[in-house]
């Protein structure tokens, strides 16, 4: 388990990624915080705007940074 996220949370030249582990904490608190919220009351709460936001612009900026590292190449 340690051996795949230590490869998980590198860049493809095995150098460590810290925004491979900020990206990762920005999308999994929200999703972590919503799924206890859904388990205490029961029932499927949903998500709101700058919920979605948050994640989708976390995932959004790394796949714009690593287009641009593969144009530097």
Do not use: H
């Not at 095995?14 to 999994?28: E, H, I, Q």
């Not at 700058?50 to 690593?66: E, F, R, S, V």
């Amino acid at each position: 388990m340690k051996k795949v996220l230590s490869q998980f949370f590198s860049e493809d030249n095995g150098n460590k990624s810290s925004m491979r582990l900020l990206v990762a904490a920005v999308v999994l608190i929200p999703l972590i915080t919503w799924s206890v919220m859904c388990i205490k009351t029961g029932q499927m709460i949903s998500w709101d705007l700058p919920d979605i936001g948050l994640i989708a612009t976390a995932l959004g900026m790394k796949a714009y940074q690593k287009g641009k590292e593969n144009v530097s190449k």
